[in-house]
């Protein structure tokens, strides 16, 4: 059977106030099949067919993210979009990738560690004496900005400057892209012609950090261009910021509504790396991502044809029972399960999955320890579940 056929059958979770909703929705259309039709195309639900459609060359990254869908195909936003590594693919893709991989190796992420663990430190000693915090806004929010921005060598007094671009660029993933699109270039000019100003002073005065390194990469005698060199930057900048944030507000969440696991963590805090597999796996911050299909491919019985959006559900693969015992429990002390997709999978698994699960590792370490007895104290509304998701705010206590 084709894309279209009626058998398939209907998932529409965009409206779904929190993600138990949206899994509730998730888990009642996969019992009919591994596909289902979602709003924007066929859904894959299972991980086998998930994590076929991410490594599959026959699937490729749709130009331009999601704007074509909601009738963007040219001008300044369009050209952002189509230019950057995140859309690209084949042999434009790799050239980048392999001009950067080597800073985004764990052992350069590893030497982050250290100063990730401070930063998280002070976080929390500013609400110590008060025991009480909103997560969102106190903690996850202003945590993964200046580790990235550490990272690229931005100094101190600048790092407020990239939260705020960070929060208007990554409404480009959201499904409300027309109506944000003077926020999102205004941001997206701003950074730029920051990094821009970067550039010429590492020209002059190269320094140990990731935009020298950059500009450095050398691979069979090619280089990144300004503009490669400028566009990689503001996408590494925003890919490392707001996903971490939004990752770490979700699993303190989790926690807060399993405070046994919380105290399993505090006693025996070797498991944190463990734990953050777990909440990822369970409470991902993006559900899906998208590919179209280079060619006509049969899925599970049913064909998608040739330019079809295809939606790879990674929080659906992540649940999967036959893959996964139990798998709406949390158990951190979870072993030998396969490795969960919130990641990603193929040529454009996340560049920096090695900073990210040192920043979140750090995180619950020191949170663990020093937020002793953690509960959520008022309501924890949830952004849309489409894009990068993730709680509005969570407000809690903590002994």
Not at 234 to 241: H, N, V
Not at 344 to 349: A, C, E, F, L, T
Not at 358 to 373: F, H, S, Y
Request: proline share 7%; glycine share 6%.
């Amino acid at each position: 059977m084709t894309v279209i056929a009626t058998e398939l059958p209907t998932l529409d979770y965009e409206h779904a106030r929190t993600p138990d909703e949206a899994h509730e929705l998730i888990r009642q259309a996969r019992r009919h099949g591994p596909i289902a039709m979602g709003p924007h195309g066929p859904e894959v639900l299972s991980y086998d067919l998930v994590r076929t459609v991410l490594r599959d060359d026959r699937f490729v990254m749709p130009k331009g993210f999601a704007l074509a869908a909601q009738g963007i195909t040219s001008g300044e936003l369009w050209d952002i979009a189509t230019r950057g590594l995140l859309t690209l693919d084949g042999e434009a893709h790799q050239r980048q990738r392999r001009l950067v991989s080597k800073a985004f190796a764990p052992k350069a992420a590893g030497c982050l560690r250290g100063f990730c663990a401070e930063v998280i430190t002070e976080l929390i000693d500013r609400r110590a004496e008060a025991g009480r915090c909103d997560i969102v806004a106190d903690i996850a929010r202003p945590y993964p900005v200046p580790v990235i921005c550490a990272l690229l060598g931005i100094p101190r007094q600048d790092w407020h400057l990239l939260s705020d671009w960070a929060d208007d660029i990554f409404k480009f993933f959201d499904w409300n892209v027309v109506n944000d699109a003077p926020d999102i270039l205004r941001a997206w000019q701003e950074l730029e012609a920051f990094l821009d100003d970067m550039v010429d002073l590492r020209r002059k005065a190269p320094a140990d950090d990731l935009l020298s390194e950059m500009m450095r990469a050398e691979a069979d005698g090619d280089r990144l261009t300004r503009d490669e060199l400028l566009s990689l930057s503001s996408s590494l900048l925003m890919a490392g910021t707001d996903t971490t944030r939004n990752q770490l507000a979700a699993a303190v969440q989790v926690f807060c509504e399993r405070p046994d696991q919380w105290r399993l963590l505090a006693e025996h805090p070797q498991l944190a790396a463990r734990a953050v597999e777990e909440v990822m796996r369970y409470s991902p911050v993006i559900f899906t991502t998208m590919r179209v299909a280079r060619h006509d491919v049969e899925l599970a019985g049913v064909t998608i044809p040739a330019g079809s959006v295809v939606m790879a559900n990674l929080a659906a693969a992540n649940r999967d029972p036959a893959v996964y015992d139990m798998p709406d429990r949390c158990d951190i002390t979870r072993d030998g399960a396969p490795a969960m997709l919130t990641f990603g999978g193929g040529i454009h698994y996340c560049l920096g999955t090695h900073l990210a699960r040192i920043e979140l590792v750090e995180a619950l370490t020191a949170m663990t320890q020093r937020m002793p007895d953690i509960r959520s104290v008022g309501p924890i509304p949830w952004k849309p579940i489409t894009g990068i998701t993730g709680p509005v705010s969570l407000p809690i206590e903590f002994g």
